[in-house]
């Protein structure tokens, strides 16, 4: 079945990177009908949009708070998607949840934690 694994979330500190990684499994990764995505969430507010990459060609699409600091990326050889978080802000702290869009069909990972603190 499709399994989505999160990882590499984390405490850093104000202008802090991070990188979380999406191990996919159970679905042909590379395909024209891929979409992988990042999502984040905070108590009390809906899931919001961050990052998306078409695993077919790279094309990729950003949230107006993510661009010029977040980039999404995807290793088609080993099916995992990327999200490289550069200049972090107190403000991206959330819940991050990757998921991918598969011939319409959409799953989720479980999530991985963000904070931005000192």
């Known amino acids: 079945q499709v399994q989505l694994v999160d990882s590499g979330g984390g405490l850093v500190q104000p202008g802090g990177s991070l990188r979380l990684s999406c191990a996919a499994s159970?679905?042909?990764?590379?395909?024209?009908?891929?979409?992988m995505n990042w999502y984040r969430q905070t108590p009390g507010k809906e899931r919001e949009f961050v990052a998306r990459v078409a695993t077919l060609g790279g094309m990729t699409a950003y949230a107006e708070s993510a661009a010029g600091r977040f980039t999404i990326s995807r290793d088609n050889d080993k099916n995992i998607a990327y999200l490289q978080m550069n200049s972090l802000k107190p403000e991206d702290t959330a819940m991050y949840y990757c998921?991918?869009?598969?011939?319409?069909?959409?799953?989720w990972g479980q999530g991985t934690q963000v904070t931005v603190s000192s």
């Open positions: 159970g679905f042909t990764f590379n395909t024209a009908f891929t979409v």
């Open positions: 998921g991918a869009t598969v011939f319409g069909r959409e799953y």
